[in-house]
């Protein structure tokens, strides 16, 4: 079973969806770049460094996205993909140093070049900077629902940080930090997307509803690249979940099939990990169907994603977001 994080096809839909909006993420991608000025000149290069590596932008896009299914993309749109996107570097930051990562998006992390503690500080002003980019908004509601957003990944983080080595996480339990951690931006790019344009109650309730499961599925890909991922595809340090004790959704699936016997065995191994090798995990992972098992919940979820848009008028920009949810099932294992 292997992962094509680069599949021509997923490459393909990705690109569709993104040639949509190419101007406006032109616009973000120029923005951000210019956050750094706004910062005391002697950390504009930590600034410039954090925001400097272009991501896939998939938080931008949702946004930029969501206005074009409901109306217009305007000048309110990019602010709020930037915005969203410097929460999520600036979570990046914060989880590089969590995982003792030293690459991402193929460039030593920030911890890596200036050490932890300078790092975490990089990670609070980028934090800081985005919440007060978010006051720029008329209504006071839009800048909360940022805000909330943003406690939600960083909840999010706490409780997975709080479950370190916990044989004993519930399904619900990961589900819902994986819903704060990641799902919270997702849904409210997607949300805010359509209040931008005075969509109705029930297409914000739908795109919010699209997000939340599209992060979702989104996170549970990623955490299975984490285990069965090729660093050199991936660019990043992978195999740090296993490591720091972050026990995602293949292992609490392969714990829940065992046996009361096997679940004895496998909660030992997991927390004496010297005598395992990650690889001997990942190969259980997969014999015994637990990655098999999380690959088809992230396909439900892409389809419960893609059912909340049919609410929606067709135009370009929703077959976009479908686009978009295409592109993460090509992020799935052939086997």
């Given at each position: 079973?292997?992962?094509?994080?680069?599949?021509?096809?997923?490459?393909?839909?990705?690109?569709a969806?993104?040639?949509?909006?190419a101007?406006?993420?032109?616009?973000?991608?120029?923005?951000?770049r210019?956050?750094?000025?706004?910062?005391?000149?002697?950390?504009?290069?930590?600034?410039?460094?954090?925001?400097?590596?272009?991501?896939?932008?998939?938080?931008?896009?949702?946004?930029?996205?969501a206005?074009?299914?409901?109306?217009?993309?305007?000048?309110?749109?990019?602010?709020?993909?930037?915005?969203?996107?410097?929460?999520?570097?600036?979570?990046l930051?914060h989880?590089?140093?969590?995982?003792?990562?030293?690459?991402?998006?193929?460039?030593?992390?920030l911890?890596?070049?200036?050490?932890?503690?300078?790092?975490?500080?990089?990670?609070?002003?980028?934090?800081?900077?985005?919440?007060?980019?978010?006051?720029?908004?008329?209504?006071?509601?839009i800048?909360?629902?940022i805000?909330d957003?943003?406690?939600?990944?960083?909840?999010?983080?706490?409780?997975?940080t709080?479950?370190?080595?916990?044989?004993?996480l519930?399904?619900?339990?990961?589900?819902?930090?994986?819903?704060?951690?990641?799902?919270?931006?997702?849904?409210?790019?997607?949300?805010?997307?359509?209040?931008?344009?005075?969509?109705?109650?029930?297409?914000?309730?739908?795109?919010?509803?699209?997000?939340?499961?599209i992060?979702?599925?989104?996170?549970?890909?990623?955490?299975c690249?984490?285990?069965?991922?090729?660093?050199?595809?991936?660019?990043?340090t992978?195999?740090?979940?296993?490591?720091?004790?972050?026990?995602?959704?293949?292992?609490?699936m392969?714990?829940?099939?065992?046996?009361?016997?096997e679940?004895?065995?496998?909660?030992?191994?997991?927390?004496?990990?010297?005598t395992?090798?990650?690889?001997?995990?990942?190969?259980?992972?997969?014999?015994?169907?637990?990655?098999?098992?999380?690959?088809?919940?992230?396909?439900?979820?892409?389809?419960?994603?893609?059912?909340?848009l049919?609410?929606?008028?067709?135009?370009?920009?929703?077959?976009?977001?479908?686009s978009?949810?295409?592109?993460?099932?090509?992020?799935?294992?052939?086997?």
């Amino acid at each position: 079973m292997n992962f094509r994080p680069y599949s021509s096809q997923a490459a393909a839909d990705f690109t569709a969806a993104m040639d949509l909006i190419a101007p406006h993420i032109a616009s973000v991608e120029e923005k951000i770049r210019e956050q750094a000025s706004f910062f005391e000149s002697g950390i504009e290069e930590y600034i410039t460094y954090a925001c400097g590596s272009s991501g896939k932008r998939l938080r931008p896009a949702l946004a930029l996205l969501a206005g074009g299914a409901t109306g217009n993309v305007h000048s309110e749109h990019v602010a709020l993909a930037v915005i969203l996107e410097l929460i999520h570097i600036a979570s990046l930051v914060h989880d590089d140093i969590m995982d003792q990562a030293e690459l991402r998006r193929e460039r030593p992390t920030l911890n890596a070049k200036w050490g932890n503690a300078l790092t975490v500080l990089v990670g609070d002003v980028l934090f800081a900077h985005a919440l007060r980019m978010a006051t720029q908004f008329s209504k006071a509601d839009i800048c909360r629902r940022i805000a909330d957003a943003a406690i939600g990944v960083c909840s999010g983080e706490i409780l997975q940080t709080e479950h370190r080595f916990d044989t004993d996480l519930s399904l619900s339990n990961y589900y819902r930090m994986v819903e704060m951690k990641t799902g919270s931006l997702f849904a409210v790019a997607c949300e805010l997307g359509a209040v931008f344009n005075d969509a109705p109650p029930e297409v914000v309730a739908a795109l919010k509803k699209y997000g939340t499961q599209i992060g979702t599925a989104y996170q549970i890909i990623d955490d299975c690249i984490d285990l069965v991922g090729d660093e050199k595809n991936v660019g990043k340090t992978l195999g740090t979940d296993l490591l720091g004790g972050k026990f995602t959704l293949p292992v609490l699936m392969l714990l829940q099939s065992a046996s009361e016997e096997e679940q004895v065995e496998l909660r030992q191994l997991l927390l004496k990990q010297e005598t395992m090798s990650r690889e001997d995990l990942v190969a259980m992972i997969v014999e015994q169907g637990a990655l098999t098992a999380a690959i088809a919940e992230a396909s439900h979820l892409i389809d419960q994603a893609e059912a909340a848009l049919e609410i929606l008028a067709e135009n370009e920009y929703v077959n976009g977001l479908h686009s978009l949810a295409s592109y993460l099932r090509g992020l799935l294992p052939s086997q």
